[in-house]
Structures are given as structure tokens and as C-alpha cells.
């Protein structure tokens, strides 16, 4: 079984989150994994194979353990400019929503992007995107959001697929047009909504830019009203849906996503039971972001209990943003949606696998260590998977594999 495989592991531990291994993080001991065509096409105990008659290329993992590649499912990692006074200034007594409305906040990012082309939002982007890839994330998700006109949104989207293009990672893109209000329609939301559907979506599709969209549902942004028409608009158009909802305040968003068959609502801290029961029966991932809880210093947790009840599968993302969470480090949201919303390392491991690939529509791909599940997996230097949540500030990746082929970030 292994005589066709192009690259085989030999002498791993695997944590593969396949369901169907029903032992924590699915483990499996003692594994061989051949891979050919991008694609994991046998697992089998070592014992099973001669290990002297074996194809292809041999690593040997020497104990070591092969987890799926990360998937970070929410991230806006694409914007120009920088928020550090902003982070001052916070520190000296200013809120967030206060440099928000003195005309800061994600605004101060939209001024700086729209400034920038699609070859300077690459370079710009390309030292986070770095980060994440060195710690071991094989897919990410990147919204657009800080254009908020029809050229600096498509910008921004053109700059995720050629950083997609240019290194070992799956880019899968959102389009968040409806982020926050532009200043050209300070005071009409519902116009600035027509814009994002009729011209926006279709310009967005017609480039193949667009994987899903993305809303912001909340006092400060749209209403659900106005999320609702972008969530029509994306179905007419094929695309997945996603939200951010809960965050600030319970706007009932994550229900009325779950209505349209959202991929995953995220944020969440203002979740309820209700809600919580939208996501268990439309299949809804809820993504948690415990970089913007920490940074913003929230309080309000998510409904973790409500969520492990109703068996909502739970991803775990960076958010990464230059206002709320300025956070390159999976890993790090790991260790945090442990310490912060009291995940357990396993829960915060399959959240960055298995249920961040469910995240991203994507949940028959990658995420999983499975025959037939791409081949995007890491191999570690580490004697038990709940290591990967607990250190942080160390790296202990020996190999990224992307599509069977060992890459560097
Ligand atoms: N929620 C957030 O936390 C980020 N966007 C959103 O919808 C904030 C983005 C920013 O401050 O730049
Ligand atoms: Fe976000």
C-alpha cells in the first residue's frame, strides 16, 4: 500500500482529529503516512510495513508528532499604517470606541489603505503573514475590510491571493465590505449596502476574488437588517458566509447567520442559549478570538459551556488587526482561548485544525489527518499535542508540509 507513495513518515505520532479515532485528539501511535498527489493516501502502524522495502522519499519522525497544518480562520492581516499611538493613547485613558469616533479607529486604517497599491499592501502584509506561516499555519483566512470602496476593497482581496500565490499557504479570502461605514456615506448605511451588494459582490465574483463575505453586525456597524441583504447577495452570488456578531453587544446575528447556513460566526461574547442552539442546528462553526478579548480587555466571556452543551464545534483564530488584536501568533490564541475562555489544549488544537478547515467551508480538504484529506501536515518536537497550547515563545516545528512537499515559511 505504501509502493505508490512519493514521500512516506515513518516512526510518527499522529494527533489526527479524524472523528472516527475515538481517543483524545484522535491519536494514533507508532504511525507510517505516505503521501502522493498532495494527498495523504495511508496511515498505518508501523508494525504493518517493512520498513526496509519502503519507496519514495523516507523521513523519519523519530517519535516526534504530526498534527494537521494550522488553519487560522479569521485573520485582516492586509491593511497599510500602523495603530501604535492609538495603543498609547488607549493606555492613557482613551477608549476604543471614543478613537473611533474621533475619526481614528479602523478609519485611520481604511485612510492608509486606500493610499496604498495592491504591490505596497503585499509588502506591507508580508512580514505578518510570515509569522504566521513560521509557527506552523498551512491555511489563512483574509478579509478585505479596510477599502470600503469598490477599488481599495478589490485591492485589498488581489493582495491576499498574490500573497497566496507567493508562499506555501492556502489563502481562502472573505470579503467584508461591510465593516464599518465610509465617510462618503456617513449618513446612509443602507446606500453604502446597495453599494456592497450591486456593485461590490458582483465586481468582487467576477475576478474570482471573493471565497465568502463577511459582516459586521453590531450598534457601531450594521444593523442585522443590512447584514441580511449581503448575506442574500452572497447566496445569489455562490459565496460562503461568515459574521462578525456578539461582540460588543447580542444583536441576535449569530441566529440570523445560522439562518443563511453560515460557515462560522465569530467573536461571540454576547452570545445566548438561543443563539448558541441557531448554531448546533444550522451546522455553524463559532470562532473564537480571545486576541481582541485580550487586547481590547473585555470582560464578557463567550458562552463556552453553552457552546461544549449544545456541541458546537468551536475554532480558534487570530484575528489578527491593527486595532484589536495585533496578534501574529496562532499559537499564542491558542495558549490565550485556554487561559482567557478556559479551553482545553485539545479543544484549542482542533479548533486551529479541524474545526478552523469546517470554518472555511472546507472541512473535507484539510484539517484532518485522513486518507484523502490534503496533505498539509507539521511535524513537532514535542512529547505530547497539548504542548502546542500550552509553551508559547518557542517553536518547536521540525518540518511544515504543504501539499505533501516539505516547505519554510
Ligand atoms: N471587529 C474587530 O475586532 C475588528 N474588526 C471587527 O469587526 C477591529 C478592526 C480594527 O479595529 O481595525
Ligand atoms: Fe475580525
Known amino acids: 500500500m505504501f509502493e505508490f507513495c512519493e514521500r512516506i513518515w515513518i516512526n510518527a505520532n ?11 485528539y484522535g491519536a494514533l501511535f507508532n504511525q507510517a503516512v505516505g503521501v502522493s498527489d498532495s494527498r495523504i493516501q495511508v496511515i498505518a502502524p508501523m508494525e504493518t510495513l517493512d520498513a526496509a522495502r519502503l519507496p519514495g522519499k523516507v523521513t523519519d519522525a523519530r517519535g516526534g508528532w504530526l498534527t494537521p497544518g494550522l488553519v487560522d480562520a479569521h485573520s485582516h492581516l492586509v491593511y497599510a499604517g500602523s495603530r501604535a499611538k492609538e495603543f498609547e493613547q ?6 476604543y470606541e471614543e478613537i473611533a469616533r474621533q475619526g481614528g479607529g479602523i478609519l485611520s486604517t481604511v485612510r492608509a489603505t486606500r493610499e496604498a497599491s495592491v504591490k505596497q499592501l503585499v509588502e506591507l502584509s508580508e512580514p505578518r503573514l510570515k509569522a504566521l506561516l513560521a509557527e506552523g499555519v498551512t491555511s489563512v483566512e483574509i478579509k478585505s475590510g479596510y477599502g470600503l470602496n469598490v477599488e481599495s476593497e478589490l485591492n485589498m482581496l488581489r493582495a491576499a491571493r498574490q500573497l497566496g500565490e507567493r508562499h506555501p499557504v492556502r489563502v481562502s479570502t472573505s470579503l467584508l465590505g461591510a465593516h464599518a461605514l465610509p465617510p462618503e456615506f456617513q449618513d446612509d448605511a443602507d446606500g453604502y449596502i446597495d453599494l456592497v451588494c450591486n456593485e461590490l459582490i458582483p465586481a468582487a ?3 474570482g476574488l471573493a471565497d465568502a463575505v463577511d459582516v459586521f453586525c453590531e450598534t457601531i456597524a450594521f444593523s442585522p437588517a443590512q447584514c441580511e441583504r449581503v448575506f442574500q447577495a452572497a447566496q ?3 459565496l460562503g458566509i461568515r459574521a462578525h456578531v456578539e461582540q460588543l453587544s447580542n444583536q441576535q446575528g449569530a441566529a440570523l447567520a445560522a439562518r443563511y447556513g453560515a460557515w462560522s460566526v465569530d467573536h461571540l461574547e454576547w452570545l445566548d442559549e438561543a443563539g448558541v442552539e441557531a448554531l448546533a442546528a444550522a451546522g455553524t462553526v463559532a470562532t473564537l478570538l480571545p486576541g481582541a478579548f485580550y487586547f481590547l480587555r473585555d470582560t464578557k466571556l463567550p458562552p463556552i459551556e453553552l457552546l461544549r452543551k449544545h456541541r458546537v464545534p468551536m475554532a480558534v483564530a487570530t484575528d489578527l488587526n491593527p486595532g484589536s488584536s495585533p496578534l501574529a ?10 487561559t482567557l475562555f478556559r479551553l482545553t489544549p485539545e479543544e484549542a488544537l482542533a479548533g486551529a485544525t479541524r474545526f478552523g478547515a469546517q470554518a472555511l467551508g472546507q472541512a473535507g480538504e ?5 486518507v484523502g484529506m490534503r496533505a498539509d501536515m507539521l511535524l513537532w518536537d514535542i512529547e505530547h499535542p497539548a504542548e502546542l497550547a500550552y509553551q508559547f515563545g518557542v517553536n518547536p516545528i521540525r518540518q511544515r508540509i504543504v501539499d505533501g512537499e516539505p516547505s519554510h515559511a
Not at 484539510?366 to 485522513?370: D, E, M
Open 14 to 24: 499522529l494527533a489526527t482529529f479524524d472523528p472516527a479515532v475515538e481517543r483524545p
Open 90 to 95: 488607549r493606555l492613557l485613558g482613551a477608549s
Open 205 to 207: 465574483v467576477a475576478e
Open 236 to 238: 445569489q452570488h455562490g
Open 329 to 338: 501568533s496562532l499559537r499564542l490564541a491558542m495558549n490565550m482561548a485556554c
Open 366 to 370: 484539510i484539517g484532518q489527518l485522513k
